[in-house]
């Protein structure tokens, strides 16, 4: 008799475990369920400070942000690397070409590029993360002004050693590559980064206009169609006429998009121009399906993170996830709703 309510006693307990396993799997998506005795802890899983989204490793909180310049030719694609980034802004650069900075913080991808040189707008950029900023080298004015960032960890190809390679079976200059996780490995202050958004709650959505598709008029042959999935609730990005896939066969497709007019000081396309992040200006918001007009901002100082606001001074709330930032010169266009023969 002992020995069947040992069976039950043991069986009940194994029972007991399964179902906290369980538990704990289940609540993994926002807390971990911790039980001791009969006394049961809720933990609350850290947030990826870039992204808004639970990071149940807490790894974008033990490491700085690491920007890596990415080249956004047609030649350059496809791009490694870039849909595991927190936030992406694009930018336009001398000669009318755009270019990534691929902000990473919560993901380290092991194949991240190409890797391209370093333009003065990067500098507006990353002054409010620091981190580790990474690129292949650049004009000595380039330089000179990305080395003024406090406490920012400069790597470019001549001292990342094994944290960048060139990839052989690629023509030059187009075949470099970075290795996030050695990337990291430079350090650079501060950690974590601060915040560049602020994000909805769960159950709030956007307000403002629905909208399906609209196209960012950045010169030449780079403008970018951006297209609503309401399967991934995301917007799809569309570049040279094609769906922008990377090197892992992933659509790029964010959460959010913002598009921010700026004056690029020296002139659109000059060799020396660069986007003024500071002050203010007009942005379009497109997230949750919506486009939500108003401003962007930033105080006098550098370290200042931009904030976007309604037209009546609420706080835009972006969804959790990527997003992708359009530095679009003021005087630009966005199309909105276009017919088929115009998207692409």
């Known amino acids: 008799m002992r020995k069947s309510l040992l069976i039950i006693g043991v069986a009940v307990l194994i029972v007991a475990g399964v179902v906290t396993l369980i538990t704990i799997r289940r609540n993994n998506s926002a807390n971990t369920v911790a039980t001791t005795g009969t006394t049961t802890t809720t ?23 690491l920007t890596v310049k990415i080249e956004n030719t047609p030649e350059a694609l496809p791009q490694w690397g870039v849909e595991d980034a927190d936030a992406v802004y694009e930018e336009i650069v001398n000669g009318g070409i755009t270019r990534l900075a691929a902000i990473f913080n919560s993901r380290a991808p092991i194949k991240v590029g190409p890797v391209r040189s370093v333009r003065p707008t990067d500098t507006q950029v990353v002054w409010p993360i620091g981190g580790i900023f990474a690129y292949s080298g650049g004009a000595p004015y380039a330089i000179a002004s990305i080395g003024t960032v406090p406490g920012l960890k400069l790597v470019d190809e001549s001292s990342a050693g094994t944290a960048m390679f060139r990839d052989l079976s690629l023509l030059s200059p187009h075949n470099l590559f970075g290795v996030a996780p050695a990337l990291f490995a430079f350090g650079g202050t501060p950690t974590p980064p601060k915040p560049l958004f602020t994000y909805r ?39 040279f006429g094609k769906p922008d896939v990377t090197g892992t066969g992933v659509l790029e497709s964010p959460k959010n998009v913002i598009v921010m007019y700026v004056d690029y000081v020296n002139g659109v396309g000059a060799f020396t121009s660069y986007a003024n992040l500071q002050g203010t200006g007009a942005a379009d918001v497109f997230t949750d399906g919506r486009e939500v007009t108003g401003t962007w901002s930033r105080g006098s100082s550098k370290a200042d993170p931009l904030t976007y606001q309604t037209a009546s001074g609420q706080v835009i709330g972006m969804t959790p996830g990527q997003t992708w930032v359009e530095l679009l010169n003021t005087g630009g266009v966005v199309t909105l709703n276009p017919p088929a023969s115009q998207s692409g």
Do not use: C
């Open 43 to 65: 933990i609350p899983i850290p947030i990826a400070p870039l992204t808004g989204l639970p990071d149940p490793t807490g790894a974008g909180l033990k490491r700085s942000a």
């Open 201 to 239: 709650p769960a159950a709030q959505k956007a307000t403002g206009r629905k909208i399906n598709t609209f196209i960012v008029h950045f010169p030449s042959i780079y403008s970018v169609t951006w297209t609503w999935d309401t399967a991934t609730s995301s917007w799809d990005r569309t570049l």
